[in-house]
């Protein structure tokens, strides 16, 4: 524990210390005063990406450094996607606070869970070991857990959050049921050692590959795919819609991390196997995902179904192993982050007096309501479908060339084909907002700050679209490319 280990992990020191703070500071304040929370975390937030920002090791010309005995990296990868974490988590509690408020769980335990759950997401982003690999996810999932439960009076809540922890301690029980494998294969926890060790031989291969296969499950559980995906559509219906908000944008970063750390870092030189299976879990997650997502009266299973389709995009990224593929699965993701954060935020706005707007008829005529937050929702669906000039357009772009450029040609129209199958469903949400008559004429309130934030969160998506070369730049750069 010397000064330049401290250094390189003084984000993740400042968010836990935080994190500490404000669950102490919610003892000494009232109901009417819990306000404070919410500007301590966001403050939390601007200082956190503030310390990433320093980036010291890069002064010496390094792209990457090391600590705490080479468990922890510093690199681009992990700073950018550490800083766009930050930002997806500022707008959750934008749109939090006043879903929150609404439905009277209004407290400091939604904050302090979600910066433990973050720091779980930045131990995971700059893991290089595999201990620190199963901290990070296991900081994840419990504070996730619980954020699930986080309304003790909702059934519903309670059944999702059992049926999270059972098909997650599985999921668990299996990464490191893998882990153990590859450390007897290899004599090593640490990442590159394990790169090395594999590169040079002497490694036990069938040991290796029945690791490999536990890994990928563990990994395919976290983000979600097929046949790994049972536990969302239940987990985004059932949990507080602030609580889906989070689950939906945020960990999506740490398991794209967790899979380049893994799959590249440690075992890059068994990239023909996990490429295979990588392959078989995006086709299935994309055709599986569409075609599921079609059928869904809920809004909130419809974006389920639909971020299992999206998780299976981020896979064709990987596929190549090369540079260029690992960034372009990291501008997928990136995006995805903000287009969930924003549908769920329209989806919190949309909710009044303890009623959550979680049916697809909740949306009918609101452009007759409300024409600007009509529009919003209209961008973020049509980003989400792919349509040309918004975001969504190029991150599909993306990763079906990376996919291409893998030679599987099969997977890159399977993606085409059933991205316009997708479209249905979210250009389905557009017609009900401007071809049907509302079925409340109620105004759409909301406080100064989220309305703010859920404005720039949709203009961003045809933003990010037309000036998308910027956020495609860097994506690429944290990776070599």
Same mark, same amino acid.
């Given at each position: 524990?010397?000064? #330049?280990?401290?250094?390189?992990?003084?984000?993740?020191?400042?968010?836990?210390?935080?994190?500490?703070?404000? /669950?102490?500071?919610?003892? &000494?304040?009232?109901?009417?005063?819990?306000?404070?929370?919410?500007?301590?975390?966001?403050?939390?937030?601007?200082?956190?990406?503030?310390?990433? $920002?320093?980036?010291?090791?890069?002064?010496?010309? *390094?792209?990457?450094?090391?600590?705490?005995?080479?468990?922890?990296?510093?690199?681009?990868?992990?700073?950018?996607?550490?800083?766009?974490? &930050?930002?997806?988590?500022?707008?959750?509690?934008?749109?939090?606070?006043?879903?929150?408020?609404?439905?009277?769980?209004?407290?400091?335990?939604?904050?302090?869970?979600? /910066?433990?759950?973050?720091?779980?997401?930045?131990?995971?982003?700059?893991?290089?070991?595999?201990?620190?690999?199963?901290?990070?996810?296991? $900081?994840?999932?419990?504070?996730?857990?619980?954020?699930?439960?986080?309304?003790?009076?909702?059934?519903?809540?309670?059944?999702?959050?059992?049926?999270?922890?059972?098909?997650?301690?599985? =999921?668990?029980?299996?990464?490191?049921?893998?882990?153990?494998?590859?450390?007897?294969?290899?004599?090593?926890?640490?990442?590159?050692?394990?790169?090395?060790?594999?590169?040079?031989?002497?490694?036990?291969?069938?040991?290796?590959?029945?690791?490999?296969?536990? *890994?990928?499950?563990?990994?395919?559980?976290?983000?979600?795919?097929?046949? &790994?995906?049972?536990?969302?559509?239940?987990?985004?219906?059932?949990?507080?819609?602030?609580?889906? *908000?989070?689950?939906? #944008?945020?960990?999506?970063?740490?398991?794209?991390?967790?899979?380049?750390?893994?799959?590249?870092?440690?075992?890059?030189?068994?990239?023909?196997?996990?490429?295979?299976? /990588?392959?078989?879990?995006?086709?299935?997650?994309?055709?599986?995902?569409? $075609?599921?997502?079609?059928?869904?009266?809920?809004?909130?299973?419809?974006?389920?179904?639909?971020?299992?389709?999206?998780?299976?995009?981020?896979?064709?990224? /990987?596929?190549?192993?090369?540079?260029?593929?690992?960034?372009?699965?990291?501008?997928?993701?990136?995006?995805? #982050?903000?287009?969930?954060?924003?549908?769920?935020?329209?989806?919190?706005?949309?909710?009044?007096?303890?009623?959550?707007?979680?049916?697809?008829?909740?949306?009918?005529?609101?452009?007759?309501?409300?024409?600007?937050?009509?529009?919003?929702?209209?961008?973020?669906?049509?980003?989400?479908?792919?349509?040309?000039?918004?975001?969504?357009?190029?991150?599909?772009?993306?990763?079906?060339?990376?996919?291409?450029?893998?030679?599987?040609?099969? $997977?890159?129209?399977?993606?085409?084909?059933?991205?316009?199958?997708?479209?249905?469903?979210?250009?389905?949400?557009?017609?009900?907002?401007? &071809?049907?008559?509302?079925?409340?004429?109620?105004?759409?309130?909301?406080?100064?700050?989220?309305?703010?934030?859920?404005?720039?969160?949709?203009?961003?998506?045809?933003?990010?679209?037309?000036?998308?070369?910027?956020?495609? =730049?860097?994506?690429?750069?944290?990776?070599?490319?």
């Amino acid at each position: 524990m010397n000064t #330049s280990n401290m250094l390189l992990a003084a984000p993740e020191f400042w968010v836990l210390t935080m994190a500490c703070v404000i /669950l102490i500071v919610d003892l &000494f304040l009232g109901e009417e005063r819990r306000g404070i929370i919410q500007l301590l975390a966001l403050g939390t937030l601007v200082f956190a990406a503030i310390i990433t $920002l320093r980036g010291d090791y890069m002064s010496d010309g *390094l792209r990457s450094a090391t600590a705490f005995n080479g468990s922890f990296i510093r690199d681009p990868m992990g700073d950018v996607l550490k800083l766009f974490s &930050f930002v997806v988590l500022g707008l959750v509690y934008v749109y939090a606070k006043f879903c929150l408020r609404q439905f009277r769980m209004f407290r400091a335990d939604f904050y302090t869970l979600s /910066l433990f759950a973050l720091l779980g997401v930045m131990l995971l982003i700059s893991a290089n070991s595999l201990v620190t690999v199963y901290l990070g996810l296991e $900081l994840i999932s419990l504070s996730s857990y619980a954020l699930v439960a986080f309304d003790r009076d909702s059934p519903r809540g309670s059944e999702a959050a059992m049926k999270y922890f059972v098909l997650g301690s599985m =999921a668990s029980g299996m990464l490191l049921y893998g882990m153990s494998m590859i450390y007897g294969a290899t004599g090593t926890l640490d990442l590159q050692l394990i790169a090395q060790s594999i590169q040079a031989g002497g490694s036990d291969q069938t040991l290796l590959v029945f690791g490999l296969v536990f *890994l990928v499950v563990g990994l395919a559980f976290k983000l979600g795919v097929v046949p &790994f995906h049972m536990w969302i559509p239940d987990v985004y219906e059932g949990a507080p819609v602030a609580t889906t *908000l989070f689950i939906s #944008s945020v960990p999506k970063m740490a398991a794209f991390a967790m899979a380049i750390r893994l799959l590249q870092t440690g075992l890059g030189e068994l990239h023909q196997d996990w490429s295979q299976m /990588l392959a078989i879990l995006a086709v299935l997650s994309i055709v599986l995902g569409n $075609l599921a997502a079609i059928a869904q009266t809920n809004i909130k299973r419809m974006l389920a179904y639909s971020t299992i389709s999206h998780m299976g995009f981020v896979l064709m990224g /990987l596929l190549p192993g090369t540079a260029d593929g690992f960034g372009a699965g990291m501008f997928y993701v990136i995006v995805y #982050s903000l287009m969930s954060a924003a549908a769920f935020g329209m989806v919190i706005m949309l909710s009044a007096r303890g009623v959550e707007a979680e049916k697809l008829d909740d949306f009918k005529g609101l452009n007759q309501r409300d024409s600007w937050y009509a529009a919003i929702m209209a961008m973020v669906m049509f980003s989400m479908a792919g349509v040309p000039v918004f975001v969504g357009f190029f991150a599909k772009w993306l990763v079906i060339k990376a996919a291409l450029d893998a030679g599987l040609l099969w $997977l890159a129209i399977v993606a085409v084909v059933f991205s316009v199958v997708g479209a249905f469903y979210y250009i389905r949400v557009v017609k009900l907002m401007y &071809f049907d008559e509302p079925v409340t004429e109620a105004p759409i309130e909301a406080p100064v700050d989220f309305r703010a934030a859920i404005s720039l969160n949709g203009i961003m998506m045809l933003g990010l679209g037309i000036f998308s070369s910027s956020l495609i =730049a860097i994506c690429m750069a944290s990776f070599g490319a």
